[in-house]
């Protein structure tokens, strides 16, 4: 199969032509970028060098469709809106790492991420690539909206939750940490060496543009959910999320039936990993992996369930997703190309 990347120079893309340059099922990768059209990737990263030779290609549509089977698109919100829909007309599969294609209500689109939608058509046709979720419906998908990194870690740490109806709806608080390569290459005051070295900070308040994307998936889940609360904060590493999730249990339950719950839901999902008994996981033990490491235990005092869900942001939260999308759209075994252990210490 022939892989196109558009968005090379950012850390999604350069993340993915790391993966895929291992997968069998891929024997040649094209890299596209509207900002350095003609500069070698190596460039940017030393560490891809000896794995791509060729320069970076100009964004031409019609061109693309004639190189390649399948484009991931790792743009800044707006770029994808422009190109999936001619991308797909033109009979190419495309997974969107941006979050373009993610919320189904353009008037909620427009009101987070402060910008025009894509059309109605192409948002229409996206499937939400959750694989643990949604794996049929991304069998059959032409075109996949990626889920962003904070609510990948949220959802598959609420989902039996939710599935199970254990919990007060209106009760839900995420409590989210990321390290600073979820903000992008470019820098900026805010996650600068400087301003993050041994600083801590939590930022958006009531207003990250992940909020929806969380909610609208917990709604079709569940339609009596309503809102949740949703808090982001940055921690001075590179790699890695943390989301620890509360909510009100509806009736006591024992951690043992938590565990054994969770184990249930995710029997067949290789890359959702669940905590033994009173065992939590860190960012660290899931680093440069595809994993998804949940621990969970109920707090007899406060009558609180308390979920810890980690993923690498970059792996998990986004390129080893899109792959593991990919893998699934094409009827491979789903752990193709990505069956490698975290990088630990």
């Not at 030779?53 to 089977?69: C, F, G, P, R, Y």
């Not at 820098?187 to 969380?214: R, V």
């Amino acid at each position: 199969m022939k892989i196109g990347i558009v968005g090379a120079t950012g850390y999604g893309g350069a993340d993915l032509l790391r993966l895929l340059h291992q997968h069998p099922k891929v024997n040649e990768i094209i890299l596209y970028s509207s900002s350095q059209e003609g500069v070698h990737i190596h460039e940017s990263y030393p560490h891809l060098s000896t794995i791509y030779e060729q320069s970076l290609n100009e964004i031409n549509v019609e061109k693309i469709a004639k190189q390649v089977d399948i484009v991931f698109l790792a743009t800044p919100p707006g770029v994808s809106a422009e190109l999936s829909e001619p991308l797909v007309n033109l009979g190419v599969q495309v997974i969107d790492l941006s979050g373009d294609l993610r919320i189904k209500d353009t008037e909620i689109y427009q009101s987070w991420y402060k910008r025009e939608s894509a059309s109605q058509s192409i948002i229409d046709q996206a499937v939400y690539g959750l694989p643990e979720w949604n794996k049929e419906a991304i069998e059959k998908a032409k075109v996949v909206a990626n889920p962003g990194c904070y609510p990948t870690a949220t959802l598959l740490g609420l989902a039996p939750l939710i599935k199970a109806n254990l919990i007060e709806l209106d009760s839900i608080i995420v409590d989210a940490k990321s390290g600073t390569s979820g903000a992008g290459r470019s820098p900026s005051a805010i996650t600068h060496f400087s301003e993050m070295n041994e600083n801590f900070k939590a930022y958006q308040i009531n207003k990250h543009k992940h909020t929806p994307e969380i909610e609208q998936i917990l709604q079709q889940w569940d339609e009596g959910v309503e809102v949740i609360t949703f808090q982001p904060h940055l921690v001075p590493m590179v790699r890695g999320i943390m989301a620890t999730i509360y909510a009100k249990a509806k009736a006591p339950i024992t951690e043992s039936d938590l565990r054994k719950l969770y184990e249930e839901n995710y029997q067949q999902a290789p890359f959702v990993r669940v905590r033994p008994e009173g065992a939590f996981p860190a960012t660290k033990e899931v680093y440069g992996s595809n994993f998804c490491d949940i621990g969970v235990t109920y707090d007899k005092r406060t009558g609180r369930i308390t979920v810890v869900s980690v993923i690498d942001n970059v792996v998990k939260g986004a390129s080893g997703q899109a792959i593991q999308n990919l893998n699934i759209m094409n009827g491979w075994e789903e752990q193709t190309g990505l069956a490698f252990v975290p990088v630990y210490p």
